[in-house]
């Protein structure tokens, strides 16, 4: 089941934001994500905010895409009476659960929402998350029609044994035809892997690669599979059933995917994402890394405004009635401090490409970095340039570079 949201500061009801979220504004970009709750089954190793039919409630699905576009225009009015600069929309995410378990007139409707109350930056990036078996070429032209401009396709492996272990209903033919559907509606195409999974050997992972990398795509994220407290396949492992996942098998996959990507044109921009070029990087996820500003809409949504997060409620019942009633669906919120703020810049830049100006660190926290790039874990030159730039070691290890950064 989902994993439970965290305690915080009352939201209040009108959503008002301090006067603390205008220092800076016009410096950040801003961008909406908008999150559907919903998938056909429940793959064993989630704990996302997402709910199959049998676990909603009474709640409709034809009715989702009117309750975010309440919220939307709600999030402009709270963002104008903040007095914050009116800024365009510079990415959009449609992530989920499945967006696409929707009508695509429901996702477009969302977008034009999205236009009419913010306005679309020049360029801006517009992307979906779609599974395999939830889209077909019609589809996918009737999203590029609407604006959309980026597809990322929830691939996880090519090899059966493991796509089984991991409940995903598709099968390794379809992923190529749907990465073809894509690029034929003039979309960038991402596809999206897992490594780790029990029982996924060195062998079955480089079949993955080798697949993904057959369909020629703009852009790979790879992601080492977590095992979340509560799911079905952590009761697998407790149980025996499964093993457990080995860290050192993990670190093998790791570098053998960054090589493999690197050989075929794709370079590493943030630890678990590579692209063909920096026009096809997922500008909405380097958002989040570079501490920008979005609005998320939906169940479970977090948002963040010039330092200040906060969470919507996690139930699409409860998100509905608070929806149904015109005020804020969030659940609570927090607001960081200028250390607070600080110190999650640390965690975040080292994971980018680009990475942290040494710049950002106390003087104390300086002395770590000669260490770091003894030890392998920093770029020695890029430090002299005054950035913090993980090597692939360093990318294994990040929260040890963190770690020692922040003196911990």
């Known amino acids: 089941m989902p994993s439970a949201l965290p305690e915080g500061d009352p939201a209040p009801e009108n959503g008002a934001l301090p006067a603390s979220v205008l220092a800076g504004a016009e410096d950040r970009r801003f961008g909406v994500y908008v999150h559907v709750p919903y998938c056909r089954v429940r793959c064993g190793y989630c704990d996302f905010n997402t ?18 576009q309440w919220e939307l225009g709600f999030g402009a009015r709270v963002l104008r009476e903040a007095g914050l600069p009116e800024r365009p929309v510079s990415t959009v995410f449609f992530g989920g659960g499945t967006p696409t378990l929707l009508p695509a007139s429901d996702l477009t409707a969302m977008l034009g929402t999205i236009r009419s109350e913010w306005g679309l930056a020049p360029g801006a990036e517009v992307t979906t998350e779609a599974n395999p078996d939830s889209v077909d070429a019609a589809y996918l032209q009737e999203l590029a029609a609407a604006g ?64 993904a990398l057959a369909c020629d795509p703009d852009h790979i994220s790879a992601y080492a599979l977590i095992v979340e407290t509560g799911t079905k396949l952590a009761g697998q492992i407790r149980r025996g059933e499964v093993a457990e996942p080995d860290e050192d098998l993990h670190a093998e996959m790791y570098e053998l995917a960054d090589a493999r990507f690197r050989a075929a044109g794709l370079e590493w921009y943030e630890i678990s994402n590579w692209s063909r070029s920096p026009e096809t990087r997922s500008r909405h996820n380097l958002s989040y890394w570079t501490g920008e500003d979005w609005w998320a809409a939906g169940p479970g949504a977090h948002s963040h405004i010039g330092g200040v997060r906060w969470w919507n409620v996690k139930h699409p019942g409860a998100y509905a009635s608070r929806v149904h009633a015109e005020i804020s669906p969030a659940h609570a919120r927090e607001t960081l401090t200028p250390e607070a ?68």
């Not at 709910?51 to 975010?68: C, I, M, P």
């Not at 044994?161 to 035809?177: C, G, I, S």
């Open 51 to 68: 709910y199959t039919a049998s676990e909603l409630g009474g709640t409709r699905r034809d009715e989702y895409a009117e309750q975010v």
């Open 148 to 211: 959309f401009t980026r597809v990322s396709v929830g691939m996880q492996s090519a090899v059966p044994h493991v796509l089984r272990t991991l409940d995903r209903t598709h099968t390794p033919e379809r992923v190529p035809q749907v990465v073809a559907w894509v690029k034929e509606a003039g979309l960038q195409v991402s596809v999206d892997l897992i490594y780790g999974t029990p029982g996924e050997s060195l062998a079955d992972w480089e079949r993955s690669l080798d697949a």
């Open 341 to 408: 703020r600080r110190e999650e810049r640390v965690l975040l830049e080292t994971r980018i490409a680009e990475g942290l100006a040494t710049e950002t660190l106390t003087p104390e926290e300086r002395r770590a970095v000669p260490q770091l790039i003894a030890d392998g874990l920093v770029d020695g030159r890029a430090a002299i340039a005054g950035r913090i730039v993980p090597t692939l070691r360093g990318r294994l290890l990040a929260d040890t570079v963190v770690h020692r950064l922040l003196g911990g």
